[in-house]
Each structure stands twice: as C-alpha cells, then as structure tokens.
C-alpha cells in the first residue's frame, strides 16, 4: 500500500484520489485556502463534492490546510500536486517549508512560465525550487491528457499519460494508480508533455470560437453549429501545437497522441476555456467576457497566450520560427493581449 498526499481539494485534485483509493492506497487530500468549504463538507458527506457533483471513495482523507504538517509529507510516499495554475506558487512555498526529505512530485497542474527569456514548465519550476532540499528533475513528473475530473470521478475509460526522466519513478507511480478505467501510458518527453498540456487550454479557445461563429444555414433538427469550421481549426491548432512542443524542446510527434490531440480534443468539448471561446466566436470582447459571463474563473488558455506572447515573437524575429506556420497562435495572442477581435483567416493557413 502507497501513500500519497494530494495537494488541492478541487475538480482535479478529488478526481485523481478516486482511481488510487480504489487501489487500496492511503490518500489525503489536502484543500488549499481556499477549499475550505470542500474540506468541511468532504469531512461531513462523501456522497457528493461540492464541486465535482461526484462521491468521493470514504477512503480518501480530507484534510484542512490548516492541519498540513512536515509529518504529513514525511509519512507520505509521493505528493500529487492538483491546484489551479495560479496555484502553482503557493505550492513551491509549502513543498519548501513543509516537506522535510526529497519525495516524487507528481504534476496535475499545467502552466508555462517566463523565465530568463524563455519559457519553462510547471515541472522544471518545481525542481529548480526544491533542489536544495534534494529534489532533482527526475523525481518530478507530469500528467497529461484528456481528462475530464467528473467523468474520472464516475470511473469513466480515460487514457493519460505520464511524463518524466526516470522509468522506473514513472511505472511505480503507474503501477500505483492504473486501474481498468485510468489507463496510463508513460513518455520520456516530458516537455513536451507539459507543453501540449498547457497548450491545448490556449488553442482550444479558437477552436470552440469556430463553433458559435458559423453557423448551419437552414438547420437540421437537433443540429444548429456547422461543423468544418471547427474540423479546419483544430487540424491547424493540432499542427502549430507540435510546432510549438519541437521549439520548447520536446518532440512534435507528441502533440499527435493523448497529450495533445486528444486533450484538446476533449478542453474543446467543454471547461472554462471553450466557454470562452464560444464567446469570442458569437463576437463578445475578451474583456466583457472576463468580467462577465467567465467573472472570477481561472483561464488557463487566456494565461498561456499571455506568457507565450513575447517569447514568441522573438523566436519569429530570430527566424527560428516561421510566423505564417502559426495563424491561429498569432490571432489568439492579438485577441488575448491587444484586445482585438478573434478572426481566423482561413486562406493563410496552407491545409495538408
């Protein structure tokens, strides 16, 4: 039996619990500050979480932050980090001042950061901040693909996929979680896992904008959006994603498997990010849309298109990447951080 200790009481965080408590592993899941609520009504009925709408397996602890100790992490086999990307630094600090020896980390969450001029992932931000405390690059993991935390939840199939440096790190953990209904594969490419897991939030915003903005004329019963559109966008965003995971350091054919092609084929179905490019698709401005119908939610896309902006434009300006091979990144970024209209313009993009 494993014990693992899950830092963040949301969506994600509870819905990873369930497939290792079904193993009949030891888990305590830690809310943050702001899972208050989560943690008090866990604690009272593990019939139905409040956010996730799902029963959590009585096996799993819930726990207040408040009660988080250097004896929580020193009795812990491995830590789970499952909170929002804003998160992602209160995390470092508790991981810093709580967690007394080194323990593999394991990623949920998904970001990329500015650093030094580049961009660096969620993973590598994570190492470098606990390397004086004995955490290397090979202890630290990510998970991607297309998981919905709900359907998770209720023991739907959903494949994932688990990134890192050290193989046998990566198959004890698999070995720890696998179920028949969590199905994990395991990659060496670790970049670019976790930049086609933090890349499908941003490009998934164009394409389920493609979704409101055309429409079927004359509609058939029980189908209103036209769907070519949408097929178009997301071959492209499909594309400019292993473009984009080759220049991060990873490899492109990454972009092609659960990590990106089926993550953003699912954060296009649904989640805050399409909301938000279903909105931008019916014309409504990014900023009414953020202070409006998406007031108070996290926008991982709307994020990543922010970071990814400057860095870009630099590997543009330095020829090492070809603006016209990125259409759909470019008219995220004019939309995300100059506020203009989100227009896709099919006849630059050259389909093969």
């Not at 500050?33 to 604690?43: C, F, P, Q, R």
């Not at 989640?271 to 953020?290: I, K, T, V, Y």
Request: overall charge negative; hydrophobic content about 45%.
């Amino acid at each position: 039996m494993a014990r693992l200790l899950i830092l963040g009481a949301g969506v994600m965080g509870s819905a990873i619990a369930v497939p290792a408590a079904d193993n009949g592993h030891q888990v305590t899941l830690v809310g943050t500050h702001l899972d208050g609520e989560i943690i008090k009504a866990l604690k009272a009925d593990r019939s139905r979480h409040p956010r996730l709408k799902a029963p959590i397996p009585e096996a799993i602890t819930p726990l207040e932050i408040e009660a988080l100790s250097s004896e929580s992490f020193r009795t812990a086999d491995m830590v789970i980090v499952g909170v929002s990307s804003p998160g992602i630094g209160w995390t470092i600090d508790k991981l810093r001042s709580l967690m007394p020896e080194p323990r593999p980390i394991a990623l949920v969450t998904k970001g990329l950061q500015p650093w030094e001029g580049r961009l660096r992932s969620f993973t590598e931000s994570v190492a470098e901040a606990l390397a004086d405390q004995g955490v290397t690059q090979r202890m630290v993991m990510g998970i991607g693909g297309p998981c919905i935390a709900k359907e998770l939840a209720d023991r739907q199939p959903t494949a994932v996929i688990f990134a890192g440096q050290d193989r046998d790190c990566l198959e004890r953990f698999r070995d720890t979680m696998q179920t028949a209904y969590y199905r994990v594969a395991l990659s060496d490419d670790l970049e670019g896992v976790e930049v086609c897991a933090a890349l499908k939030n941003f490009l998934a915003i164009a394409v389920s904008a493609m979704w409101t903005r055309y429409r079927e004329v004359n509609p058939q019963p029980h189908k209103t959006k036209a769907m070519n559109p949408g097929a178009a966008a997301f071959s492209q965003a499909v594309r400019e994603m292993a473009g984009l995971a080759r220049w991060f350091g990873g490899r492109s054919e990454t972009a092609y498997g659960v990590a990106g092609l089926g993550d953003l084929n699912v954060t296009v179905g649904g989640g805050r990010n399409s909301r938000l490019g279903f909105l931008l698709g019916e014309d409504m401005a990014l900023e009414a849309a953020l202070s409006g119908p998406l007031s108070g939610e996290t926008l991982e896309g709307a994020d990543t298109g922010l970071v990814l902006a400057a860095p870009l434009e630099g590997a543009f300006a330095a020829g090492r990447l070809d603006p016209a091979d990125y259409p759909i990144t470019r008219a995220l970024i004019a939309t995300i951080r100059d506020g203009k209209p989100l227009a896709i313009d099919f006849t630059a993009i050259d389909f093969v």
